[in-house]
């Protein structure tokens, strides 16, 4: 689903930023009272971090 190689992801604040907006969504979620969508955005959000951070390869 993330191809983490893409240049779009080369600068390294799009990748935190995406990251980041995940989590604050899953607050979004858990504020109003919807524990299941900020589970479902917690795993999103996990494996975009996972994806993003770790599954990298660096660019030549």
Do not use: Q, S
């Not at 191809?3 to 979620?29: M, Q, S, T």
């Amino acid at each position: 689903m993330i191809d983490p190689n893409h240049p779009f992801y080369d600068e390294p604040w799009r990748r935190v930023l995406i990251v980041a907006v995940c989590f604050i969504w899953v607050g979004i979620e858990l504020y109003t009272g919807n524990p299941t969508w900020a589970g479902i955005v917690a795993v999103v959000g996990a494996y975009a971090a996972y994806k993003l951070f770790f599954d990298r390869k660096k660019p030549e």
